[in-house]
Nanobody
Framework: VPLVESGGGLVQAGGSLRLSCASS????????IDWYRQAPGKQRELVAG???????NYGDAVKGRFTISRDIAKNMVYLQMNSLKPEDTAVYYC???????????????WGQGTQVTVSS
């Protein structure tokens, strides 16, 4: 599996969680890495992204509460989630797409997802 998420769990409303995304296949500093989420019965939505240049962007629903960051030395991307709400309950996925710099072969990778449940 190219991307592996961890850090999900059950938390009360107002609490915090930090999700992690790791890869042994992709060098995060050279690619845009996104976090998506999908709640039951809803479409998958973009939560946050960080570009190879370190520029970040956020979905409107999480602005001001979530922070995406990366550790280049550890090749990790994180999603710090604060002030969690019951509507943040979803499976959270790490994602990246691009092309191999050597072969030119395109890739589109998703992690297996990690469940985040926020109780009211």
């Amino acid at each position: 599996v190219p991307l592996v998420e961890s850090g999900g769990g059950l938390v009360q409303a107002g609490g915090s969680l930090r999700l992690s995304c790791a890869s042994s296949k992709i060098t995060f500093r050279y690619n845009t890495i996104d976090w998506y989420r999908q709640a039951p019965g809803k479409q998958r939505e973009l939560v946050a992204g960080i570009s190879s240049a370190g520029t970040t962007n956020y979905g409107d629903a999480v602005k001001g509460r979530f922070t995406i960051s990366r550790d280049i030395a550890k090749n990790m991307v994180y999603l710090q989630m604060n002030s969690l709400k019951p509507e943040d309950t979803a499976v959270y996925y790490c994602h990246t797409e691009g092309s191999d710099p050597v072969s030119g072969i395109e890739f589109d990778y998703w992690g297996q997802g990690t469940q985040v449940t926020v109780s009211s």
